[in-house]
């Protein structure tokens, strides 16, 4: 019997390539081409190739002193899929944020000798080792610089970067990117809003930001100017717990007694068959229209105990007011079993009110918003004379709206 130990890395590779091609994570030949090429167990050489190449997940290769990941190489199909949404082409010049060398080979492979990619990290460890494996792997025509991403980099080409690729969560769009990027540039950037993670691409529209693709991904968290810790609201210890924008008001301890009192549910007849992916374009489409909007997140132990409805690992859309607050639940759909339906669940003085609201919300998504794709988030600067009308979803250098 062949084991994984016994397999060359480049098998391991084209297993991983044909994979990443079945699932549609790899759509282009360019794409393709470049996973082929790059020598992925290179840029994680701690960890076993078949590890390297059979990861789902990201593979840590830094924790700060407490023990948190602070970089890692990038999952295979977030790289695929960042790629794809990218769309980098022979001679353009890229600069990448966040840095580890294996999405600066892959990207420096697609734009080819004619093209320049620049790799930006705040942290000095994490270039020089990028620096490093990219000079072992022959990807020294990677240019590699140490400094905060959030802030314009002086060597920026003249007329912008064709495309800037950010591979660090980020709850903010500063400035920079937005005057550093080609007017013709794509801007891909792993955001934090509303207590929800979406990478998004973003080309220009006017004087604004407007996204065309959109994926679910989580990314270790930005540091530096635009670090963010978005505020944790512990309504049951620390099993329930309601994630919210620093800037959005929020009554704590109103919230925590609301909690603790009866439940009223709201079933909107809405279903959903799970296989459809509808669920993470309907909490963003909440996030554009209701505000407040956080989420709700609950561990197993709150399930079992009863002390929420079902609600998924990646957390419920929840609205609230000073003294009430609702979030959205699934149940299995009555005689329908590959289905679910979406209810709301309300605590509080005014859980009927709040309940209907976020039930009504859900019931206009599903007749006007449901067959339409990903919303389309718009990102105008704060300091813009063209400002967003509707629900604006604040940001320290941007404003957000969703549609
Ligand atoms: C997920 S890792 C990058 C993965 C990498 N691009 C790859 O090839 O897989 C995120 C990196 O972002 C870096 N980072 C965090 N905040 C930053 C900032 N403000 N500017 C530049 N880099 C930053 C971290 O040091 C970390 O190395």
Same mark, same amino acid.
């Given at each position: 019997?062949?084991?994984?130990?016994?397999?060359?890395?480049?098998?391991?590779?084209?297993?991983?390539?044909?994979?990443?091609?079945? &699932?549609?994570?790899?759509?282009?030949?360019?794409?393709?081409?470049?996973? &082929?090429?790059?020598?992925r167990h290179?840029?994680?050489?701690?960890?076993p190739?078949?590890?390297v190449?059979?990861?789902p997940?990201?593979?840590?290769?830094?924790?700060?002193d407490?023990?948190?990941a602070?970089?890692?190489?990038?999952?295979?199909?977030?790289?695929?899929?960042m790629?794809e949404?990218?769309r980098?082409?022979?001679?353009?010049r890229v600069?990448?944020?966040?840095?580890?060398?294996c999405?600066?080979?892959?990207?420096?492979?697609i734009?080819?000798?004619?093209g320049?990619v620049?790799?930006?990290?705040?942290d000095?460890?994490?270039?020089?080792?990028?620096r490093?494996?990219?000079g072992?792997?022959?990807?020294?025509?990677?240019?590699?610089?140490?400094?905060? #991403?959030a802030l314009?980099?002086?060597?920026?080409?003249d007329?912008?970067?064709?495309?800037?690729?950010?591979t660090?969560?980020?709850?903010? =769009?500063?400035?920079a990117?937005?005057?550093q990027?080609?007017?013709d540039? +794509?801007?891909?950037?792993?955001?934090?809003?509303r207590? !929800?993670a979406?990478?998004?691409?973003?080309?220009?529209?006017?004087?604004?930001?407007?996204?065309?693709?959109?994926?679910?991904? #989580?990314f270790?968290?930005m540091?530096? +100017?635009?670090?963010?810790?978005?505020?944790?609201?512990?309504?049951?210890g620390?099993?329930?717990?309601?994630?919210?924008?620093?800037?959005?008001p929020c009554?704590?301890p109103?919230?925590?007694q609301?909690?603790?009192?009866?439940?009223?549910?709201t079933?909107?007849?809405?279903?959903?068959?799970?296989?459809?992916?509808?669920?993470? &374009? !309907?909490?963003?489409?909440?996030?554009?229209?209701?505000?407040?909007?956080g989420?709700? &997140?609950?561990?197993?132990?709150?399930a079992?105990?009863? =002390?929420?409805?079902?609600v998924?690992g990646?957390?419920?859309?929840?609205?609230?007011?000073g003294?009430?607050?609702?979030?959205?639940?699934?149940r299995?759909?009555?005689?329908?079993?590959d289905?679910?339906?979406l209810?709301v669940?309300?605590h509080?003085?005014?859980?009927?009110?709040?309940g209907d609201s976020?039930?009504?919300?859900v019931?206009?998504?599903?007749?006007?918003?449901?067959?339409?794709?990903?919303p389309?988030?718009?990102a105008?600067?704060?300091?813009?004379a063209?400002?967003?009308?509707?629900v604006?979803?604040?940001?320290?250098?941007? +404003? =957000?709206t969703?549609?």
């Open positions: 019997m062949t084991t994984a130990a016994d397999t060359s890395p480049e098998e391991l590779r084209e297993r991983m390539v044909r994979g990443l091609v079945e &699932r549609g994570a790899i759509v282009s030949s360019s794409v393709e081409a470049a996973f &082929r090429a790059v020598p290179r840029f994680a050489p701690e960890v190739a078949e590890q190449y059979g990861a997940e990201a593979i840590f290769t830094k924790r700060a407490d023990g948190r602070v970089s890692s190489v990038t999952a295979p199909w977030l790289h695929a899929r790629l949404a990218a980098p082409t022979p001679g353009m600069l990448e944020i966040g840095s580890g060398g999405n600066a080979a892959l990207l420096a492979e734009v080819g000798p004619t320049a620049t790799s930006l990290d705040i000095p460890d994490i270039t020089g080792r990028a490093r494996l990219l072992e792997t022959g990807y020294e025509r990677v240019r590699i610089r140490t400094g905060d #991403g314009p980099l002086t060597e920026a080409p007329g912008g970067w064709d495309r800037i690729v950010v660090t969560g980020s709850a903010d =769009l500063p400035d990117w937005f005057d990027l080609a007017p540039g +794509r801007l891909i950037v792993p955001l934090r809003f207590g !929800l979406r990478t998004l691409a973003f080309v220009r529209e006017e004087g604004h930001l407007r996204s065309d693709a959109s994926i679910v991904s #989580g270790l968290a540091q530096g +100017r635009s670090a963010h810790a978005p505020r944790t609201i512990e309504l049951a620390d099993d329930v717990r309601l994630v919210v924008d620093e800037n959005q009554d704590e109103a919230l925590q609301a909690f603790s009192t009866h439940s009223h549910e079933w909107t007849g809405v279903r959903l068959n799970g296989s459809e992916g509808l669920l993470p &374009r !309907l909490d963003v489409w909440l996030a554009g229209s209701l505000a407040p909007y989420r709700l &997140r609950a561990s197993g132990v709150a079992e105990r009863g =002390l929420v409805g079902w998924l990646t957390g419920a859309a929840t609205v609230w007011n003294s009430s607050l609702a979030y959205l639940a699934l299995q759909a009555p005689e329908q079993h289905h679910f339906e209810g669940i309300s509080g003085p005014d859980r009927h009110r709040l976020l039930a009504d919300a019931v206009r998504w599903d007749r006007t918003a449901r067959r339409t794709g990903d389309v988030v718009r105008y600067r704060r300091n813009d063209e400002q967003p009308d509707g604006v979803i604040e940001k320290p250098s941007a +404003r =957000l969703v549609t």
